[in-house]
């Protein structure tokens, strides 16, 4: 239902390292987008923004301004197990991670908001997944042309929401090395997956390939609720 609200909605590209922000998206078909989201192995993530700006503080204030409108709106049992949550924390465009005591520094930040979920946290199991984000997508342009020391970089974007969608690491999950027999016209994971996506596959759906080699096709079509059926020489 928080979707179907004009809360604004980040799309996360994996592929560029960027944010791509759609503005205050009023999305009529909250589940079908996060459908889409959750077929798409180039989406990291599809996340509903509560708050954003240049600084920490600025996302915060923001943030607070829909404190009792709308964020709390997701979390109507206060001391529910449903009102749990998590934070995870991302810089965008560098491979450096935040310390857990710059982790720590954020969360004191954001302790308004936070403390009033009335939720505790649990790793774990989770009923929601918050996120703090950072955009440093022009860190190494700036740093290597020598526009900005790197002591001085600061974020071009803070968001602070919670995320919505997340699809599967399909090159993680089907991996070529971790299948347990290899042949050498096996897809690559993600190309199975762009294809076995284009193809529609999906719930109450049937695919047939004839020549299945090592099923590749065959499991993204799988994961993704179709039957299938394949066949090969071996």
Not at 70 to 79: E, G, K, N, V
Not at 132 to 152: A, K
Not at 207 to 218: H, I, N, Q, Y
Not at 222 to 229: Q, R, S
């Amino acid at each position: 239902e928080a979707i179907k609200s004009s809360f604004q909605t980040v799309i996360l590209d994996k592929e560029r390292s960027g944010l791509a922000i759609f503005g205050s998206l009023s999305v009529p078909h909250g589940d079908i987008l996060i459908d889409a989201v959750n077929r798409c192995s180039t989406v990291r993530s599809l996340i509903q923004v509560w708050g954003k700006g240049k600084t920490t503080e600025q996302a915060n204030s923001d943030a607070l301004t829909r404190l009792e409108s709308t964020i709390r709106q997701s979390f109507p049992i206060p001391s529910s197990d449903k009102n749990s949550w998590r934070m995870n924390f991302r810089k965008y465009g560098r491979s450096k991670g935040l310390t857990n005591s710059e982790k720590v520094t954020l969360l004191r930040k954001f302790n308004t908001i936070l403390q009033s979920l009335g939720g505790e946290v649990d790793l774990l199991h989770a009923h929601h997944d918050l996120i703090y984000i950072e955009d440093w997508s022009t860190y190494h342009w700036d740093v290597t042309m020598g526009t900005i020391q790197s002591s001085q970089y600061v974020p071009a974007l803070c968001i602070i929401g919670e995320i919505l969608a997340e699809p599967k690491a399909i090159e993680d999950s089907f991996s070529i090395k971790r299948r347990p027999f290899l042949g050498t016209t096996t897809m690559a994971a993600v190309s199975a997956h762009l294809t076995a996506s284009a193809s529609l596959a999906g719930p109450n759906g049937l695919v047939l390939d004839p020549f299945c080699g090592t099923g590749s096709l065959l499991l993204n079509c799988a994961f993704l609720g179709a039957t299938v059926l394949g066949s090969d020489y071996d």
